[in-house]
């Protein structure tokens, strides 16, 4: 394998790339399965749910929004907590974020695996591993493919959430969509559900190296996709409740699937099947794709050994990133069933959210005079108020987890913590 010190990563995504990437990320494969669970909650009233989780997810969003006008960089994460709260903290930020891209991508990647074995009888885990093996060679062949795959892939995964919306509409009106059959704060419990529908559109900032004047693109690009999937979310969830009660939505283990079935007939199962095969790859390709450029960022910076910011000469990949990221994915993968290690990501994430909006509160006293191209709106002072509301609905999701989830996630976290201080004293990169 040909390669060369870091000379800098490929600059070649645009905006409408940079979009469909990100569109397609949000919207996944979570959609598929969680408005199922979400419609037992909030009855019809579930789009409402989706628009108050949109809300908690854009203040979020708006805080890193800033962050990357201010640092487009592939360190993304580690690289603003770094600034503000110092390297410990960006450790361990840095390391949170890079063991949910591992963990997140395996589940999502298993999944896959499910869908797959159930249209041709194939084995789960040697199937995932070979979608991660195949979906790491397109991110070392070039981002420049990497992204058309992805605009291919979300556009067909955007197709099913239309088909959903285009069969429901003759039945829009036939149900009270204010119908909330366990009360207001059920709307609000299915609205914590539906924030994981969100998750990933954070992932676009760590693209900072690769964007055409990330600055003012990749802002845009954060907060559209968020609205636009929002539009999305409801309209689905509007469809779904038109054409199926909410109770048999919330019965269903394929709820969008049935939804398409019940106007369309049976053969809409293999319809959606198929969809959700490239809904599922997209998202493992886009994770592994943001994961690896973490890792380069910060080996950019001396956190990590020097081999992991290196790039291929004719490429212009950090192919020593993918590679470790494909590997780790891979083990994660065929422990199989790893429903309470992946819980932890939604912890890790969580608390990265937390850390980013108390970012943006502390470098507007640290560096007040550092250019903003984007810049959260509504302050008292120095003090922005949406990055304090995002602290506030981020500890909010942080608290619908698990008892044990939680507990587990603090002991990973005082464990990096330490981990920070070894590494320091008997590790220490040099630049």
Request: aromatic residues 14%; hydrophobic residues 60%.
């Amino acid at each position: 394998m040909k390669q060369e010190k870091v000379t800098g990563l490929n600059r070649t995504l645009g905006f409408w790339s940079l979009f469909f990437c990100s569109i397609g990320v949000i919207l996944g494969a979570g959609i598929y399965v969680l408005i199922g669970k979400a419609a037992g909650l909030g009855g019809n009233a579930v789009w409402l749910s989706f628009g108050l989780s949109a809300l908690l997810a854009a203040f979020t969003g708006l805080s890193y929004a800033e962050l990357v006008s201010m640092f487009p960089k592939s360190s993304a994460e580690y690289g603003y907590t770094k600034k503000a709260l110092g390297e410990r903290t960006g450790f361990i930020t840095g390391i949170l974020i890079i063991l949910a891209s591992f963990i997140s991508a395996a589940t999502v990647a298993v999944g896959f695996a499910g869908y797959f074995s159930r249209l041709f009888n194939t084995n789960i885990v040697p199937t995932a591993i070979m979608l991660i093996i195949v979906l790491s060679l397109v991110l070392i062949y070039g981002i420049k493919e990497s992204a058309i795959m992805a605009v291919v892939f979300t556009l067909i995964e955007l197709l099913g959430l239309v088909i959903v919306i285009w069969v429901g509409i003759p039945y829009f009106g036939s149900v009270n969509y204010l119908d909330m059959p366990n009360g207001f704060s059920s709307v609000l419990a299915a609205a914590a559900l539906i924030f994981f529908a969100y998750i990933g559109f954070e992932e676009i900032t760590r693209l900072g190296e690769e964007t055409k004047k990330p600055e003012k693109v990749i802002p845009k690009v954060l907060l559209l996709s968020i609205l636009i999937s929002t539009i999305l979310y409801m309209l689905v969830a509007v469809a779904a409740v038109s054409v199926l009660n909410w109770q048999d939505l919330a019965a269903s283990k394929a709820p969008l699937a049935e939804v398409v079935a019940t106007v369309l007939g049976e053969k809409a199962f293999l319809l959606i099947s198929v969809i959700a095969l490239f809904a599922t790859a997209n998202t493992v390709l886009f994770i592994m794709l943001a994961g690896s450029r973490i890792i380069y960022g910060m080996a950019v910076e001396k956190v990590f050994s020097s081999k992991m910011s290196y790039i291929l000469k004719n490429r212009k990949t950090p192919a020593y990133a993918i590679l470790v990221t494909a590997l780790f994915t891979a083990l994660f993968a065929m422990i199989g069933d790893i429903e309470v290690i992946a819980s932890l990501t939604d912890f890790a994430i969580f608390a990265v959210f937390i850390i980013i909006n108390v970012v943006v509160i502390v470098l507007r006293y640290k560096e007040p005079y550092t250019a903003r191209p984007f810049r959260v709106p509504v302050s008292i002072g120095k003090i922005p108020l949406l990055p304090l509301l995002g602290i506030l609905a981020s500890f909010t999701m942080l608290f619908h987890l698990d008892f044990w989830i939680i507990f587990y996630g603090l002991l990973l976290v005082i464990g990096l913590f330490f981990a920070y201080e070894i590494k320091k004293k008997y590790f220490p990169i040099k630049g």
